[in-house]
């Protein structure tokens, strides 16, 4: 049956009123016209064609304008002889409503002769995860006492310390086998601390605040993705997870909530920014939480504090040790892993668990980098108070603990 030339001029003219490409549009004619037997090329060509040739609208005869669905986001482009040249002006064009859905990522403006691209993306706004406490209150716990767990005669205490997660950028690899390894150990697991950069919080940070943020990392997002993990770890633990001992420090990423509340122009938010605490569920989940990032820390015996760590430097760990000799000092904060003794007292730097390879750390050289390690700490302690530290080596896909891979 020979196909009628209307009929495809209708159909072209059919979808792209929709706002199909021309790629596009040649797809669907290759499939529903089997007649057709010219190329793909030659007949996006032709489309292409056809449509500046074809007085569609005396006012947008040649702009071409598309919405796509994807992953859920939402993409608008518009493509042509046409006056629109800013973010505003597209989102008014398409009749975008800002109070459901935020930019995305970067926006594409360009511009070649009479004919102009805008492009971008978005994303439904994420709701708050809990409504907010007071501020102040938080606040105020700044000061609090350090948490200090002792052991009684005959008793022994396995504690799990994971610090610079980083999520969402966290080493998913990694943190798959760590919940494994809670799995195969929760009955002898006394406690587990999460030391501080448990979050990115790439959205509330002072380096990106002129530009528009990575694809979809909204500060929603950052507290969803956190408290999915905050989730696993809680069913990784079973029947024992009221049972264990669960402390949350403060990083230094998690303090740039209280950076971002403190200056004068955000302080218009009132108490209507969840903090990590209250976003995580943190008192509902169990935990203690320690949000001093500089001076709050965790007594594991008679001298081991945990803590999220204050110096970087070529040895962080003799470091911290210098400044306070008098203790063992287990902590993250640098990504790297270390070692220093001054004979009566130990530092352990335990690494980082982040993916390495994200943009989210494009911050750093490769030669930076090159001394991160992805590691966490497990620790010992006897009836007597003494630790003993297993800082666990990871790589890239995997890690052995007390014999077994993971």
């Not at 090329?41 to 702009?63: H, M, P, T, W, Y």
């Not at 109070?99 to 971008?120: C, L, P, T």
């Not at 029947?239 to 200056?263: L, P, Q, S, T, W």
């Not at 004068?264 to 320690?290: C, D, F, H, I, K």
Request: hydrophobic share 35%; net charge positive; with cysteine.
């Amino acid at each position: 049956m020979n196909i009628s030339k209307n009929a495809v001029f209708n159909e072209i003219i059919h979808l792209h009123g929709k706002g199909v490409s021309h790629v596009d549009i040649a797809k669907e004619l290759k499939s529903k016209y089997s007649e057709i037997s010219i190329g793909h090329e030659v007949l996006r060509k032709f489309v292409s064609g056809f449509l500046q040739i074809a007085d569609l609208n005396a006012d947008n005869s040649n702009i071409f304008k598309s919405i796509k669905e994807s992953k859920g986001f939402l993409t608008y482009e518009l493509k042509g002889d046409h006056n629109i040249a800013s973010l505003d002006e597209l989102i008014e064009y398409f009749e975008i409503d800002t109070n459901v859905y935020e930019v995305a990522g970067d926006w594409i403006a360009n511009s070649w002769g009479s004919n102009r691209q805008v492009k971008a993306k978005f994303r439904k706004k994420q709701e708050l995860i809990l409504p907010p406490k007071d501020y102040e209150l938080l606040k105020d716990r700044i000061n609090k006492n350090p948490f200090i767990f002792k052991t009684k005669k005959q008793d022994h205490q396995m504690w799990l310390v994971l610090g610079c997660i980083h999520v969402p950028f966290e080493n998913k690899i990694l943190i798959n086998a760590i919940l494994n390894l809670i799995q195969d150990n929760k009955k002898n697991i006394h406690g587990i601390i999460l030391n501080g950069d448990f979050l990115d919080l790439r959205s509330l940070s002072e380096y990106d605040k002129d530009k528009v943020g990575m694809d979809g990392i909204t500060l929603g997002y950052e507290y969803q993705k956190g408290l999915e993990l905050m989730l696993k770890i809680k069913k990784a633990f079973g029947k024992e997870y009221d049972r264990i001992k669960k402390v949350f420090i403060y990083g230094n990423h998690e303090a740039r909530y209280f950076k971002h509340i403190d200056k004068v122009l955000n302080s218009r938010y009132g108490n209507a920014l969840a903090s990590p605490t209250e976003a995580l569920r943190m008192e509902e989940l169990g935990y203690q939480v320690q949000p001093n990032d500089k001076d709050g820390y965790v007594l594991l015996g008679n001298s081991l504090e945990v803590y999220h760590g204050i110096y970087y430097g070529a040895n962080p760990a003799k470091d911290h040790l210098t400044k306070k000799p008098n203790r063992s000092a287990m902590f993250n904060h640098s990504h790297r892993v270390a070692y220093h003794s001054n004979g009566n007292h130990e530092a352990f730097n335990i690494g980082w668990l982040g993916d390495q390879n994200s943009k989210a750390f494009s911050y750093s050289s490769r030669f930076q980098k090159q001394a991160w390690q992805n590691a966490f700490g497990v620790v010992h302690i006897d009836s007597l108070g003494n630790h003993y530290v297993n800082t666990v080596k990871c790589h890239e896909k995997g890690f052995f603990f007390d014999g077994k891979s993971y």
